[in-house]
């Protein structure tokens, strides 16, 4: 029997492999992180304090470095609780309730995932720009869309658009409407059903959502790059460190560009936070 | 507060648990079991005077103690509702989960918070959960769960509780306790209680009325004892046990098994048409030794012993058909049977349905 002279202790499990195989594995999937996360997250901190931790601060201090944080702030910063109104009421609606395009717009909520970044750019250009459908009269209005704030937040939302409803769906879909329902029975009008029963069951699928929305609101750029116009201290971070480094300034980039890397680094530390925090609450529920 | 609905239809576009014209009137204080098979309809008609569910044609009607609340949604209705898989609100703890209800009134309505303490302290003791108020729903028990939810269903004194399968998700064992505590609750509070089950053995144990719905439709509707004495159609009497079927031929107010002619007292007016008789099994009767002329003979297939009861299968000698027979272990063992003998079978309390009926 040529089965018995295997030791036990090996086969642990059916899906075990050979030694061999299980080190190639392991160091494949090394090099590869090694290669193209790690290396290229060591080498942005590394360029920009290159020239030491005073003219580091310096560069992020210049005027346009400042107004592109502030600008890429204000983008998220609208962008993201809009999106996450919008998230809630289309996961809710698309949850709970049957209704005439129900399919219809659970498909179009992906949109943004499939359409290219600057694809969305040029056709908010195509809408609100100068020769656009709105834009003249926009114009005639005083208000600028495209190549100003406006126009970036828009490009913002569209990039951003699916991630709090994706996440919300399924989760409102496998929660089923009966404690809502419970709430309902006992007395509940429909605002104290939401604040005191839904919005407590899907806090922490939101807070991934607005994580993950505001992640992709920091770091876009195809969108951002083709409404902004590449006005002086009209860029977002994205946008600047382009700029900067186009204008052969790799310190002054690579500056910007570590505070983003920083920024990711903590959405990734917090992500996992609420992942784990989540996964305990589903739990929870399956139990129930 | 009596419940009662009228003309009651609602159909769904997917699943089968519609209502056709359901009528149902329940009268103050009583406790009623809407007993069906999956499907059936009794879900609905219970989310429809719960508020849940609204019925689709214009005349149907929901009346609280008389008064017409057909188009009251759920939170207007004051009737409490408990459902089968508990629904508890999970974030909160059980003390909390119990004060919802309070919690969630109309400001100048809303009891102070030594009142809600009070009320929630009442009903912790009333469902014997004193100790566990600060314990999450997740740290509790199924049995535990679901009485928390009928004491958050009851916190806010409501004339009506509805309860979807109370003990659908539970152990056999927890299940036999929560039936009898429910029965003693509800002679404690006489609150009108409507609660839905697919199982028999529970609704006839715990109801004072039951009504049986088969697709839609309200089949019968009586005591335990009269629908289970007198069961209205072939549908409720094999619904509600375990049944034989014996192919005969009705003369005179008997019914004909082969050679044997067994009463059949209801059957008195129509002669000479093909019936199936229907005889449960602790209605069967076996002998070795034939005991009067309407018994027949059989075979014994195989038998087995469960507790207080032996079941022995059967096969008649005449025809082939096989039935099962339900004894007493003394009556067996007095028996002795042996595979493969022949024993002389008896009926009693056969019933014939005039109408044709396929199980």
């Given amino acids: 029997m040529t089965a018995s002279t295997i030791p036990v202790a090996v086969r642990r499990s059916a899906t075990t492999e050979p030694a061999l195989v299980r080190w190639v594995l392991i160091a494949v999937a090394l090099l590869f992180m090694a290669l193209f996360l790690v290396i290229p997250l060591v080498a942005v901190f590394a360029q920009a304090f290159s020239k030491g931790i005073g003219y580091y601060f310096h560069t992020l201090a210049a005027p346009n470095t400042l107004s592109a944080i502030k600008n890429t702030s204000i983008a998220a910063g609208i962008s993201v609780p809009l999106n996450c109104i919008f998230g809630v009421a289309a996961a809710w609606a698309i949850a709970k309730f049957d209704f005439f ?8 909520i992906d949109i943004p995932f499939c359409v290219s970044p600057v694809i969305a750019g040029f056709v908010f250009v195509l809408v609100f720009g100068r020769q656009g459908w709105f834009g003249p ?3 005639e209005h005083g208000i600028r869309v495209i190549f100003a704030m406006p126009g970036i937040v828009l490009a913002t939302m569209f990039v951003t658009f699916p991630f709090v409803a994706r ?24 605002w104290q059903m939401f604040w005191r029963v839904t919005l407590p069951n899907i806090k922490w699928g939101l ?33 600047e460190v382009q700029a900067l480094f186009e204008n052969y300034d790799q310190t002054g980039a690579f500056a910007l560009a570590s505070v983003l890397t920083f920024l990711a680094l903590m959405t990734i530390v917090l992500k996992e936070w609420v992942e784990r925090k989540g996964t305990a609450g589903f739990s929870k529920r399956t139990t129930l | 507060m009596s419940v009662e609905v009228r003309n009651i239809s609602k159909k769904f576009e997917r699943d089968t648990s519609a209502l056709d014209d359901v009528s149902l009137k329940i009268e103050s204080g009583e406790l009623v079991a809407l007993l069906g098979p999956s499907g059936s309809g009794k879900t609905t008609l219970l989310r429809i005077i719960g508020g849940l569910e609204f019925p689709d044609n214009p005349g149907a009607q929901v009346l609280f103690h008389g008064s017409d609340v057909t188009g009251l949604p759920a939170h207007k209705r004051e009737a409490g509702f408990a459902f089968q898989h508990y629904a508890l609100f999970r974030h909160l703890t059980v003390f909390e989960n119990i004060a919802f209800g309070l919690r969630v009134r109309p400001f100048w309505k809303r009891p102070r918070e030594a009142q809600i303490r009070e009320r929630v302290g009442i009903l912790l003791k009333l469902i014997q959960l004193e100790g566990l108020a600060k314990r999450f729903p997740s740290q509790l028990s199924g049995g535990q769960r679901q009485r928390v ?8 004194e409501p004339k009506v509780l509805l309860l979807d399968e109370p003990f ?15 029965r003693t609750l509800h002679e404690e509070l006489h609150v009108t209680t409507l609660f839905v089950t697919h199982d028999q053995e529970e609704a006839l144990e715990v109801a004072g009325r039951v009504a049986i719905l088969r697709e839609g439709k309200i089949e019968q509707i009586g005591t335990p004892e009269e629908i289970y004495d007198h069961p209205a159609t072939p549908f409720v009497y094999d619904f509600l046990g375990n049944v034989n079927l014996f192919k005969g031929r009705v003369r005179d107010g008997a019914v004909q098994i082969g050679d044997s002619k067994f009463a059949a007292p209801e059957m008195s007016g129509d002669n000479g048409f093909l019936a199936t008789a229907f005889v449960r099994p602790h209605d069967v009767s076996v002998t070795r030794e034939p005991a009067g002329p309407p018994a027949f003979a059989a075979s014994i297939l195989r038998f087995h012993v469960i507790g207080p009861l032996a079941e022995l299968e059967l096969k008649r000698t005449d025809s082939n058909e096989t039935f099962t027979a339900q004894l007493s272990k003394e009556r067996f063992h007095e028996l002795n049977p042996h595979p493969g003998e022949r024993v002389f079978v008896e009926l009693h309390n056969v019933k014939v349905f005039p109408e044709d009926y396929s199980i």
């Fill in chain 1, 207 to 239: 807070l991934y959502g607005v994580i993950l929305c505001n992640a992709r609101a920091l770091g876009e750029f195809g969108a951002v790059s083709v409404v902004s116009g590449h006005i002086e201290g009209a860029n977002t971070m994205t946008l």
């Fill in chain 1, 101 to 108: 395009g129900k399919n219809i717009l659970t498909t179009l």
């Fill in chain 2, 168 to 182: 659908g998700a539970l152990d056999a064992k927890v299940r036999k306790e929560l039936r009898l505590w429910l």
């Fill in chain 1, 167 to 190: 996440e919300l769906i399924p989760l409102m879909q496998s929660q089923g409407r009966s404690v809502e329902e419970a709430a309902r029975t006992l007395g509940a009008r429909g």
């Fill in chain 1, 137 to 139: 009269w926009l114009l």
């Fill in chain 2, 149 to 156: 939810a009928l004491a958050r269903a009851l916190a806010l």
